[in-house]
């Protein structure tokens, strides 16, 4: 398996819902990432998971939860978004995060905040 | 810290002809680079990347780059374009010296002419 599973792939929410994404690998690797991407940019690094711990904040607002329950998965809880928030949310892996060979990025979930 | 450069939002070219894409790095450390295609509604999907080995490095679908240490560069190119390469190209470095983050350019959107 060399995918990256993301769901769902699709989601519209009102700015009090609570929602989840959900992310899962099951390559082995050890290093897992959250970027956010708008229309015509590139993405921006949110979080980065490494053994399951989390090991990086880009100094993201705490309406944006990550989670790690394990090697596989990766969540990203979401509560009180803005429509600024949306996107589409990218989950990536890569066998370590300080061995540089890549990363493998899921399809995305495009989110909508209405 | 480390940025990217890529030249040129946009590059228009007819089938079978050369694509050249253009990335210019910056980095304070010997730096890891590579290049991800991003088609619409999609994750990205790494293309190559340069790792300190061989200077030319290939990668799927046809495409190479070469690493210039002189001139910073590591353009992205293929011999011959096809109507399936029309998609947003981004060129990434990343090193140790920046907890292995990958950082992104502004992305070039590359069209192809029947």
């Known amino acids: 398996d060399t995918e990256v599973t993301q769901t769902p792939k699709h989601l519209v929410m009102g700015m009090t819902n609570k929602k989840s994404l959900k992310c899962e690998q099951h390559m082995g690797h050890r290093a897992m990432y959250w970027y956010k991407q708008k229309a015509k940019k590139p993405p921006e690094l949110m979080f980065v998971y490494s053994y399951e711990k989390l090991s990086i904040n880009e100094s993201v607002p705490s309406r944006f939860s990550p989670e790690c329950p394990n090697s596989s998965l990766l969540n990203l809880h979401l509560h009180a978004l803005q429509p600024e928030d949306s996107a589409l949310y990218l989950c990536a892996s890569s066998q370590d995060r300080l061995r540089q060979e890549g990363y493998t990025f899921g399809s995305g979930t495009r989110l909508t905040v209405v | 810290a480390q940025s990217v450069t890529q030249l040129g939002s946009h590059v228009s070219v007819s089938e079978g002809a050369l694509v050249l894409l253009r990335c210019n790095y910056s980095s304070s450390v010997p730096p890891y680079l590579f290049w991800y295609v991003q088609y619409p509604n999609q994750g990205l999907q790494l293309l190559l990347k340069y790792t300190s080995a061989a200077t030319l490095v290939k990668g799927i679908n046809g495409f190479e780059a070469e690493f210039k240490k002189s001139e910073t560069s590591f353009h992205l190119t293929k011999p011959s374009a096809h109507m399936s390469d029309a998609a947003e190209y981004f060129c990434?470095?990343?090193?140790?010296?920046?907890?292995?983050?990958?950082?992104f350019g502004d992305g070039t959107t590359l069209t192809v002419k029947p």
């Open positions: 990434a470095v990343s090193d140790i010296a920046n907890a292995g983050k990958s950082t």
